[in-house]
T-cell receptor, first 108, second 111 residues
Framework: QKEVEQNSGPLSVPEGAIASLNCTYS??????FFWYRQYSGKSPELIMS????GDKEDGRFTAQLNKASQYVSLLIRDSQPSDSATYLC????????FGAGTRLTVKP | ETGVTQSPTHLIKTRGQQVTLRCSSQ?????VSWYQQALGQGPQFIFQ???????GRGNFPPRFSGLQFPNYSSELNVNALELDDSALYLC??????????FGPGTRLTVT
């Protein structure tokens, strides 16, 4: 069974801090990795994709991938209350598999 | 907004009935995937269509079926509804095998 694991949280950080979200996956042949943000009652919104080892930065977001350790993470710098949401890690080989999500709360 | 639309927004059905959900993909996207998301869980892959052919399926029974049309819009059909089918059904479109963009979803309640 191919698994994508995330800490369910909730993860609580103060406004302005760095939020660190982690994800591990079991299938070594996975090639594509994604982070989605889902606000309560809404559908997932793509915020980052990463395909090769290392870091990828987009504004306040940095995705980190380590295929040898089968680990992908998302850092959110200068966290804002509007970042409060559930963050879903997704891994793709033949099909897309999602983790259960980590609920992040940013406190003003 | 992603440009992916779904209808209806909400739906209430009775156990044993059949339901059809619809999705219009983003312009230029030829691949559509369907997911089921139960409360507190991540989306679960149902199946994917590429150029009108099913080219991937998750662990869902045959009573979950689909179609993709020449304009790349898609339908999800569920027969013999069960109470556990109550969930948010998400459609995602993509230009290929990478980034997927979700529609707003259809909330299905089975009573």
């Amino acid at each position: 069974q191919k698994e994508v694991e995330q800490n369910s949280g909730p993860l609580s950080v103060p406004e302005g801090a760095i939020a660190s979200l982690n994800c591990t996956y079991s299938d070594r042949v996975s090639q594509s990795f994604f982070w989605y943000r889902q606000y309560s009652g809404k559908s997932p919104e793509l915020i980052m994709s990463i395909y090769s080892n290392g870091d990828k930065e987009d504004g306040r977001f940095t995705a980190q991938l380590n295929k040898a350790s089968q680990y992908v993470s998302l850092l959110i710098r200068d966290s804002q209350p509007s970042d409060s949401a559930t963050y879903l890690c997704a891994v793709r080989d033949n099909d897309m598999r999602f983790g259960a999500g980590t609920r992040l709360t940013v406190k003003p | 907004e992603t440009g992916v639309t779904q209808s209806p927004t909400h739906l209430i059905k009775t156990r044993g009935q059949q339901v059809t959900l619809r999705c219009s993909s983003q312009s230029g996207h030829n691949t559509v995937s369907w997911y089921q998301q139960a409360l507190g869980q991540g989306p679960q892959f149902i199946f994917q269509y590429y150029r009108e052919e099913e080219n991937g399926r998750g662990n869902f029974p045959p009573r979950f079926s689909g179609l993709q049309f020449p304009n790349y819009s898609s339908e999800l059909n569920v027969n013999a509804l069960e109470l556990d089918d109550s969930a948010l059904y998400l459609c995602a479109s993509s230009p290929g095998q990478n980034e997927q963009y979700f529609g707003p979803g259809t909330r299905l309640t089975v009573t």
